[in-house]
């Protein structure tokens, strides 16, 4: 490894300070590497790992079942645990790693903070992502940084403790270059999408939008499940959107197919990591929760599926989204 990885301080700004162009294109050709292996090769190595670094979060949102358990044994990885993971999910073959929590900004062990944990990752991975709550400041040097908005003001701070001023300020002072907002629509916020995509529309560091369904795992969460009605009616509206040009990233083909969700999963893509360090490959639910596939409304999950099966639209949403085109 570089010695960078250990300068807190190089890594806090390696976004700013390195090439990015030389790393798109790398990460491109990684990319391409891995469909040569899986379609060519016939090589099941999966794509993208979900990597949970802690349950511990600064806010306690109803919709969701990880912050309870923060209390729990091992919720929180120590450094060597996070080292180790990530070195056993790069022999998988590996490409794409997302960092989520919990809220990922407040892990720490010791004298490593999470800064130099993405930094570690990117020497060993083309494409770093993080799913935040947007409450920190977006200054981690990850490829792409994804920052939950449930709705306007008054539907997020119901959905997610009052912290909608905070997120808001961070995206609109943030230098990030490849800021999304991800929109998990359930039961208190469909119908607020349209006037938040008119929001977004005025922020020029939000580079797009992703949207999927609140999932219902059954560990204590608020019930915020949409009715079969209600989903098909909130995607039909996302797709309405995208058709008039509003920046929303999922394919058009893919939120179509999670109306009914007739899409072929192929959960071998997915790895799994969780705080205590233990790794499962398959359904992102596995182990988090009770897997009900016809409730479910991981649309990433949707979209990578697709890509597996080389369908247009979601090779160009992955494009636009990993690759950073």
Not at 119 to 145: H, I, M, Q, W
Request: glycine share 6%.
């Amino acid at each position: 490894m570089r010695s960078m990885i250990a300068d807190k301080n190089s890594t806090a700004t390696t976004y700013r300070s390195s090439k990015p162009g030389t790393r798109k294109i790398l990460r491109s050709c990684d990319f391409l590497d891995f469909f040569f292996r899986r379609k060519v090769l016939r090589k099941r190595i999966p794509l993208l790992a979900s990597f949970k670094v802690t349950y511990r979060c600064n806010l306690a949102c109803g919709a969701c079942p990880f912050h309870q358990k923060a209390r729990e044994e091992n919720s929180h990885m120590s450094w060597e645990t996070a080292i180790t993971s990530l070195l056993r999910i790069k022999k998988t073959g590996c490409r794409i790693v997302v960092f989520e929590g919990g809220e990922p900004f407040v892990w720490k062990d010791g004298s490593h903070d999470f800064h130099e944990l993405v930094g570690y990752a990117k020497e060993l991975f083309r494409c770093v992502a993080v799913t935040t709550n947007g409450t920190f400041s977006l200054d981690v040097p990850a490829d792409v940084l994804w920052v939950s908005l449930d709705g306007t003001k008054d539907i997020h701070d119901k959905l997610r403790s009052n912290s909608f001023d905070r997120i808001w300020n961070n995206l609109l002072t943030t230098v990030h270059p490849n800021i999304l907002v991800h929109l998990t629509l359930n039961k208190e916020n469909w119908h607020d999408l349209n006037q938040m995509a008119d929001m977004l529309q005025t922020m020029t560091s939000i580079k797009g939008m992703t949207v999927q369904l609140f999932y219902p795992y059954g560990q204590g969460e608020e019930p915020l499940a949409l009715s079969r009605q209600e989903r098909t009616a909130a995607l039909e509206n996302v797709i309405q959107l995208k058709r008039r040009g509003y920046p929303i990233l999922n394919s058009e083909s893919r939120l179509k197919a999670m109306i009914e969700n007739t899409w072929t999963c192929h959960d071998d893509i997915l790895v799994n990591v969780n705080p205590d360090g233990s790794i499962s490959t398959g359904c992102y639910v596995k182990n988090r929760g009770t897997v009900h596939c016809k409730e479910c409304g991981f649309t990433p999950v949707a979209e990578a599926s697709g890509a597996v099966d080389l369908l247009p639209g979601s090779l160009y949403a992955g494009w636009r989204i990993f690759a950073g085109y």
